[in-house]
Structure formats: C-alpha cells, structure tokens
C-alpha cells in the first residue's frame, strides 16, 4: 500500500475512534473543562497523531492506548460523581476571590491570578465597579462568577410581588426551508395552524430560513429574501397583548396606592380584567389573522 494511501486510511480510522470515544466522555465547552479532563483532551489528541503518522509502530497500540485512556476517565468521572473528597482533589475546590467588595489577598495568591486578571475577569460579567461585588468565586472550570450586592441586583417582577404567567420553551418548527413536526407537536400547533401563519403572505416552506414559536405562542419568521413584508400581526392578537398589559399596569397602580381602599379597588379590577382574558383567550386564540 502507498504511504499516502496508508496514512489517509490511518487518519481517517483515527478520527472516526476519536469521535465515537469523544462522544463516551461527553460534551463540554473547552473553558468547561477541569484539569484532568483538559489533560486527557491533550492525550488523547496526541494518541490519534500517533496512529496516523507512526508507520514503522504497531499502529494498533495506538487504539489500545485510546481505549484504556478513554475508561480511565469515565472511571474517573464516576468516582467524582460519588465522591466530593475525590472531585475536591482532582478539580480543584472553588475559592472566594471577593467578599463583601473587598478582595482576598491570599485567595489570590493560591489561584496565581493578578489584580488586572481579576478585574478583567468582573468586567467580562459587566461588572465594572469592584464595591458591587458582594461575593466572586472562582469555579473549578477557571471561570470567575459573580454576585451582586442586593441594591445592585436589577429588580425582578417577584420584587414587585407581580404575578407572571408560565412560559412555553420557544421551538423552531421550520429551518432551512423545512417543517420540523416535532418540534411543532411539542409547541402545541398543528401543521394546519402553521399553513394558515403564512398564507396571508403567500408563503411555503421552502422562502422560510427559520420560524419560530416563542413562548408567547407567536410565530416569528426569518426569510431568505429579506426584502420580502411579513405578515402583520393579527388584531387579536394585539388585542391580548394590549389586555395583557393593562393587567400589569393595574398591578403597579395597586402597589403604589396610598390608601387600603384604593389598592383594593386596583386588586378587584386586576382580578375582573384576568378574569377577563381568562374567558377571551380561547376566542381569540380561534380567530383567523386579520
């Protein structure tokens, strides 16, 4: 056999093993990594050169050393998930780096991470002013997360003690100019439903790059021609959402009311307008697009 030959069918033999044992050990982002799985990463990339480019070896021992390094780490793996004493000895233990806006010399130290490292490491999760910074931690993956001081969190409707509705997992049920079913059925439409989303615009399948349901249940659409209009959005739809946010601006008047009697009038007319919309859903849902 050529040498050309044999090193083509050697690389090629290697990159299929190195995928099927990759997927063994499962997905994660490079910056994911811990130190041990960042070292058999280097290996096992080094073994697969090997079985390619070693004419002269016994090729095969390159595979048998894959093999046995791929079950190392899966053992590995495993007695991390058991055992924390093991998971605190080979991925490193997280450490405080700031508490209270104040920083930790020695933690510093331990982690060899400078001032500017550090710094850089807050701005980088848009934090720029170190007394925010009630606690930062570095993780056993490196990364540095960060947690606000409480009147420096930005506030949250369960601040305002507002009521939120559950919202559905978006799904894109057309890609590349195709309909994706399963991910129609999971978002609760039919592929009729979808048919009747485009025809205002006299759409197929095929002019859609990608749709997607969000989790209001509205259909956004991205066109391969984008000089294309979309169809407007339907009147009962705009409707709803008008509905929605008289609801959440009834909610607020009821939190700033300066009397009892006042924000129980806001509580009685935020409770009808629910009410309201709890009974007009289904027909507006049921409405064709105007």
Known sequence: MPMWLEVSVRTLSSLVILFLLTKLLGKRQASQLSFFEYITGITIG???AYISLDLEGNWYLGIVALVVWVILSLGIEMLQIKSKRIRDFIDFKAR?????GKIQEAALKKEKMSSDELMEQLRNKSVFDLADVEFAIMESSGEVNV?????????TPGDLHLRTSQLKEP???IMDGKLMTEPLQAAG???QWLQSQLEPAQLKYKDVYLGQIGSNGCLHLDLYNDARPLPAPSRSRTLYAAL??????LELMSLSAESEHEKNQFHDLTGRLNQLL???RPLLKSRKQG
Not at 96 to 100: D, I, K, S, T
Not at 147 to 155: G, S, V
Not at 244 to 249: P, R
């Open 171 to 173: 799904q894109i049920v």
């Open 96 to 100: 405080v780096l700031v508490r209270n």
């Open 46 to 48: 080094s073994l697969a």
């Open 278 to 280: 709890t009974e007009a």
């Open 244 to 249: 929605k946010q008289c609801e959440a601006d």
């Open 147 to 155: 947690m606000l001081a409480p009147d420096k969190q930005p506030l």
């Open 189 to 191: 439409r039919s592929e």
